[in-house]
């Protein structure tokens, strides 16, 4: 089983930056997709963001495309989120996720996706 701690989320204005950690501990994500989901008040969690376990390949929903960039550190355990631009519309709970092994090929659906952290809130407003 693995564990996996977000950190990195706060208040800012819209305009400002976040970079969003996540830290797994238990085992190895390296051989893993990656990926990167939020849940607004009110709304289903939506994918945000997913990354290869190479680490070269990403994909991004249409909504933060241009504006977050997904990486990771084999090395490390840890992938990060980093939010340019922010805008209200980016306010909800942030959530890492595990994905499937050894493929190159991503995927945004929330079943495809079977360990999740807690979250972070980031709360983007003026």
């Known amino acids: 089983q693995v564990q996996l701690v977000e950190s990195g989320g706060g208040l800012v204005q819209p305009g400002d930056s976040l970079r969003l950690s996540c830290v797994a501990s238990?085992?190895?994500?390296?051989?893993?997709?990656m990926g990167w989901f939020r849940q607004a008040p009110g709304n289903e969690r939506e994918f945000v963001a997913a990354i290869n376990w190479h680490g070269t390949t990403t994909l991004y929903a249409h909504s933060v495309k241009g504006r977050f960039t997904i990486s990771r550190d084999r090395s490390e355990n840890t992938v990060w989120l980093q939010m340019n631009s922010l805008k209200p519309e980016d306010t909800a709970v942030y959530y890492c996720?595990?994905?499937?092994?050894?493929?190159?090929?991503?995927?945004?659906?929330?079943?495809?996706?079977?360990?999740w952290g807690q979250g972070t809130q980031v709360t983007v407003s003026s």
């Open positions: 996720a595990v994905g499937p092994r050894y493929t190159d090929v991503l995927d945004s659906l929330e079943n495809e996706y079977d360990d």
């Open positions: 238990g085992r190895s994500i390296a051989p893993y997709t």
